[in-house]
């Protein structure tokens, strides 16, 4: 594991206007539309961001309502990795129930999602 490994945060809401103004509002920021990059798979998925840097310290993360997934106390945590097949596989053989194989996010690289051994949704990421 790299040093400080998590790489992404993601926080489930139900009701996107609502959340959007409570974080900006909160934050004094203004979030940004990321656009959906599965919209086969999940079509109604909708996304804000919150300000990120690639070049300052920190993990950056953004609003995500996802039919299917939970809010009220659903904040999903990317690990970042070399291979994130390779950590989900690894996830698996030792209990885990894979949510998302391996999957493109375009030029931000690949995600994959896991739910460990005491039911919380993990995600991987990697750039390969």
């Known amino acids: 594991m790299k040093a400080n490994p998590v790489g992404w945060f993601e926080i489930y809401v139900q009701d996107m206007p609502r959340a959007k103004a409570f974080y900006e509002a909160v934050f004094q920021t203004k979030l940004e ?3 959906n990059p599965d919209p086969v798979e999940f079509a ?3 996304m804000w961001t919150f300000p990120m840097s690639m070049q300052d310290y920190g993990a950056s993360g953004a609003l995500i309502k996802m039919p299917g997934c939970p809010s009220g106390g659903s904040t999903l945590v990317y690990f970042a990795c070399d291979d994130c097949a ?4 690894s996830a698996e053989a030792h209990g885990a129930k894979v949510f998302k194989s391996k999957t493109s996010i375009g030029v931000n690289g690949f995600i994959a999602m896991f739910v460990d051994t005491e ?3 993990i995600g991987l990421h990697s750039m390969q």
């Open 86 to 89: 390779l950590e989900l596989a």
């Open 119 to 121: 039911g919380n949704m």
């Open 44 to 46: 109604e998925t909708e």
């Open 33 to 35: 539309a990321l656009p």
